[in-house]
Nanobody, 119 residues
Framework: QVQFLESGGGLVQPGGSLRLSCVAS????????MSWYRQDPGKERELVAG????????TYADSVKGRFTIFRENAKNTVYLQMNRLKPEDTAVYYC????????????WGQGTQVTVSS
């Protein structure tokens, strides 16, 4: 069964940094693009960043370009999101999924990890 386990969230001050991790299982990780999404209560889940299977192509939401970096370690079935210069509007629950710009496993979302940016 496809599973995603996100971690690394927390409370951080504006301008701070966090690194999120997502360990995936139940599919051949190295063959799939992966992506990060976020959702604020009352809002639609939105794409934050995507990375192809070998990491050669990346995509980012305009709101995070230049501040966030997505990368992966296929040997560890793990995708990461390095978040720098965090802003209050980055506050959300962050999720990962397989797929590049659209989630492929929509029936298998993980519990997500809460990121709160506040002074």
């Amino acid at each position: 069964q496809v599973q995603f386990l996100e971690s690394g969230g927390g409370l951080v001050q504006p301008g701070g940094s966090l690194r999120l991790s997502c360990v995936a299982s139940g599919f051949t990780f190295s063959s799939y693009a992966m992506s990060w999404y976020r959702q604020d209560p009352g809002k639609e889940r939105e794409l934050v960043a995507g990375i192809t299977s070998a990491g050669r192509s990346l995509t980012y939401a305009d709101s995070v370009k230049g501040r966030f970096t997505i990368f992966r370690e296929n040997a560890k079935n793990t995708v990461y999101l390095q978040m720098n210069r965090l802003k209050p509007e980055d506050t959300a629950v962050y999720y990962c999924n397989n797929g590049f710009t659209l989630p492929m496993s929509t029936a298998n979302w993980g519990q997500g990890t809460q990121v709160t940016v506040s002074s």
